[in-house]
Structure formats: structure tokens, C-alpha cells
């Protein structure tokens, strides 16, 4: 198991950026691949990216494709989210896992407690 604590998150203008990061504690990081998930307010949590353990990998959902990038640095225990040319709907809780690499939710062993994401128009 693995303890993840996200920060980064906050208020941003629409077309703004802001980079989430994703801190794992233990050893055994570099051996989980990762996932970001958001909740928008009153939705269903859906998935956004991924990475697989080695950082050779990544998927996007199509809705944030272009405009974010997971990244991983192993040595740090850290994953990333950098996100930009934001949109309202892009307003969320965020969400990191560890797991195998996948979409779905059912991949992910671990997660994180969430950091709130605000875009304003």
C-alpha cells in the first residue's frame, strides 16, 4: 500500500494553468503505475489521465486531451498534472491512485484525499 497527498490545486481564471502534484510516501512507488481522477460538484468521478510505472506510457481522456500532462519523477515519489488552457468545466476535486495502468476505477489500489480545483469565466 501507499499513502498519496495531492496539493497544487486552487482558483484560476479561465485559459489560466495550474500544475497538481501528488506526493507518495514508501519505496514501493516507482513500482505502481498512476492515475488522475476528477469529481465535479453533484457528478459521477471520471477518469482523466494515467502513466505506467516506467513514465513510457500515458492516456488522456478525449474532454482533457492537448491541454494536460501526467508526468512522474520516481526519485521524488511525486506524480504531476500539469493542466492548462483551463475551462469551468474543468472545476473539480482531483483525484491521484495507484494501481496498474487502466481508465476505469477498478485499476487503482490507493488514493489520494483530493484537492479542489476552481476555474472561473
Known amino acids: 500500500q501507499v499513502q498519496l497527498v495531492e496539493s497544487g490545486g486552487g482558483l484560476v481564471q479561465a485559459g489560466g494553468s495550474l500544475r497538481l502534484s501528488c506526493a507518495a510516501s514508501?519505496?514501493?512507488?516507482?513500482?505502481?503505475?498512476m492515475g488522475w481522477f476528477r469529481q465535479p460538484p453533484g457528478k459521477e468521478r471520471e477518469f482523466v489521465a494515467a502513466i505506467t510505472w516506467s513514465g513510457a506510457s500515458t492516456y488522456y481522456a478525449d474532454s482533457v486531451k492537448g491541454r494536460f500532462t501526467i508526468s512522474r519523477d520516481n526519485a521524488k515519489n511525486t506524480v504531476y498534472l500539469q493542466m492548462n488552457s483551463l475551462k469551468p468545466e474543468d472545476t473539480a476535486v482531483y483525484y491521484c491512485?495507484?494501481?496498474?495502468?487502466?481508465?476505469?476505477?477498478?485499476?487503482?489500489?490507493?488514493w489520494g484525499q483530493g484537492t479542489q480545483v476552481t476555474v472561473s469565466s
Open positions: 514508501g519505496r514501493t512507488f516507482s513500482t505502481y503505475a
Open positions: 491512485a495507484s494501481g496498474v495502468y487502466g481508465s476505469s476505477r477498478n485499476s487503482y489500489y490507493d
